[in-house]
């Protein structure tokens, strides 16, 4: 589960970039800033519901607040 929530923040970074790289390149003029933010957006959403049903299932856990803090 690490390994598939680190791909996924990882893609999303990618995704973060390719807008940076063509909003930066075409001055704004262009749909593919416009799409790798929405991919972006895409990917950021899914990751949230894989974290939920993860939890949900019982693949991760939260930490309980209270240890740390002895």
């Known amino acids: 589960m690490k ?3 680190v ?3 990882l893609c999303i970074f ?3 970039g ?3 790289y ?3 390149r075409h001055k704004g003029a262009s749909d593919k800033t416009v799409k790798a933010l929405t991919v972006r957006v895409a990917l950021s959403v899914f ?3 894989l974290l939920l049903l993860a939890h949900k299932i019982g693949l991760i856990h ?3 607040v209270s240890e740390w803090s002895r």
């Open 18 to 20: 390719s807008a940076l």
């Open 22 to 24: 063509q909003l930066m």
């Open 7 to 9: 791909l996924l923040i």
């Open 3 to 5: 390994i598939v929530a």
């Open 14 to 16: 990618a995704a973060l």
């Open 62 to 64: 939260p930490h309980d």
């Open 47 to 49: 990751l949230f519901l």
